[in-house]
Structure formats: structure tokens, C-alpha cells
């Protein structure tokens, strides 16, 4: 299916593709743009095929790869069945540039195994994103990034966050992705929390929101940017702005208005 995509503005400056958990759909991240506050930002939330599951004894359900058993190494995780994800995961990034959104605006981000995906299609985008969130998720040690990155001095940020009481996925997993990924010169901020399961608490969402803020800052909208708009979007960015143009019928008059009230938008 095609992907939901949750956006309170009429026109985003920046994205966020979070993947959902195994068993889960989209809408299980569809509270995101709620919670966070970041009316710039749009959320793309894709749900995976449905697929047997070896770990659940090969019960069909909502999945980006196979796991065959707990371990979560390479030979437990189904490497053509990642593969495959990261390239929808890639397809999903190139449509978001096709939108108008430039690769430093865009944020991949993923819980357990979808947090797997985005970090391996972080790793193997063959240039530099805005940052990548990896919840309660781990990252497989046989990992390098993007041959191309090197002349890009990437330093992408991460956002890793792990619940100390996680009986699925083990906080050292996180850990140790940690130091995984500063080691390929990556900027992490990792975050662990007393008592949080599998799952998210308010003090993780808390941590999200500042991240984002930093790494996708809320942009004021510009003279160019309106010339590049159709009419249609313009005029819903200026309503969405509380700028009436009820009374404006010609292109031209509403290309003015929204110069006469840029610092509106």
C-alpha cells in the first residue's frame, strides 16, 4: 500500500520516512506528528508486506525481512529480504526530492527492526541525509557506509534511544550499535531509559522533538520559493496561514499576496 503521510502545513520543508516495528502497521507511529509539534515537518509512514516470520514460527504479518531466531546477527536476519526494503526505503527518499524536499531536509527513522532498515539504508544512500532515528533497534557488526560518502564528509546525525528493560531487543544492542556507528564517524546522540520496555516513553519523545529541531529547523518559506509553487498550493499555503483569498481570482494578484505576506508563511 501507499505510504500514510501525516502533515499539519499545507507545505512541509522537511520530512521524516519512519518505519514501523514487526506486526505493526503505519498506523502505529501515525500519533508522531501529534506528539512532536513540528508543523514544517511531514511524516512519511510506510507499512511493510506482509510476509511468514521464522522468529513467530513463520506467522504471516507485516515485516521489512525475515528474523529466523532471537539473535539478531547476520545469519538470523534474511539479508535479500533487508536488501529489498532499503531499496523501497531509497525509492520513498527519491519521491521526497521529486517533492521539492532536498536529501538535508530529509530524516529516516525506524523502531526495532524498522530502525534496522534505516540505518542500512542510511548506511548505503549514496549521499549524506539530514539524520536517522533508531529506536530500541540494533545494527549487524558487518556494516561500512556508502563508498561516496568519504569525499561528502557525512557526519549525519543519529538519534539512538533504547529502554533499559527491553526483554526483545537488549539495550547492549543499542550500545554497541552506538559505538558502531561512531567509529564510521557518525555524530550519535543516544539516549536510554530506566524502566521502558519495548516501546516509547514521554521523556524519549522529548529527546525526538529536540533532535529534530536541530537537525530539520523549522524554514521560513521565500520569494523563491512562492515562484516555484502552482496556484493551487499557493493559495492553500496562504489559507493554511489565516491570509484570506477569497477575493483574489487572477494568478498574478495571488502571487502578489503572498509577496505582501511573506512573514506570514
Known amino acids: 500500500p501507499a505510504p500514510q503521510v501525516v502533515a499539519r502545513a499545507a507545505r512541509s520543508t522537511a520530512a521524516v520516512l519512519m518505519l514501523h516495528g514487526l506486526g505493526d502497521t503505519s498506523q502505529g507511529w501515525a ?12 511524516y512519511v509512514l510506510p507499512t511493510a508486506r506482509a510476509i511468514p516470520v521464522g522468529l513467530n514460527g513463520g506467522a504471516v ?4 525481512h525475515d528474523i529466523k531466531f532471537m539473535a539478531l546477527n547476520k545469519d538470523a536476519i534474511d539479508e535479500p529480504g533487508v536488501q529489498e526494503s532499503v531499496d523501497y526505503v531509497h525509492r520513498l527518499v527519491r519521491e521526497q526530492i521529486d517533492a521539492g524536499i532536498p536529501p538535508g531536509r530529509i530524516v529516516l527513522g525506524g523502531f526495532s527492526m524498522g530502525g534496522y532498515v534505516a540505518l542500512r539504508a542510511l548506511l548505503s544512500y549514496p549521499e549524506p541525509l539530514a539524520g536517522c532515528l533508531a529506536l530500541s533497534s540494533w545494527l549487524v557488526p558487518e556494516l561500512t557506509p556508502h563508498p561516496d560518502w568519504a569525499a561528502a ?15 526483545m531487543v537488549p539495550a547492549v544492542l543499542g550500545q554497541n ?10 555524530e550519535v546522540e543516544h539516549h536510554e531509559y530506566p524502566g521502558m520496555g519495548h516501546s516509547a516513553c514521554p521523556e524519549e519523545v522529548e529527546h525526538l522533538r529536540a533532535f529534530l529541531r536541530r537537525v530539520v529547523p523549522a524554514k521560513k518559506v521565500t520569494g523563491e520559493d512562492i515562484d516555484g509553487m502552482p496556484v493551487r498550493e499557493l493559495r492553500r499555503l496562504l489559507q493554511a496561514s489565516g491570509v484570506d483569498t477569497s ?13 505582501e505576506n511573506l512573514h506570514k508563511l
Open 177 to 186: 550499535s552506538v559505538l558502531q556507528l561512531r567509529k564510521m564517524g557518525f
Open 61 to 64: 504479518m507485516p515485516a521489512w
Open 247 to 259: 477575493a483574489v481570482l487572477e494568478k498574478a494578484e495571488l502571487y502578489t499576496l503572498a509577496r
Open 153 to 167: 564528509g557525512h557526519g549525519t546525525p543519529i538519534f539512538v534511544g533504547h529502554g533499559l528493560a527491553d526483554p
Open 31 to 42: 500519533w508522531l506528528e501529534g506528539e512532536l509539534g513540528l508543523p514544517h515537518v511531514k
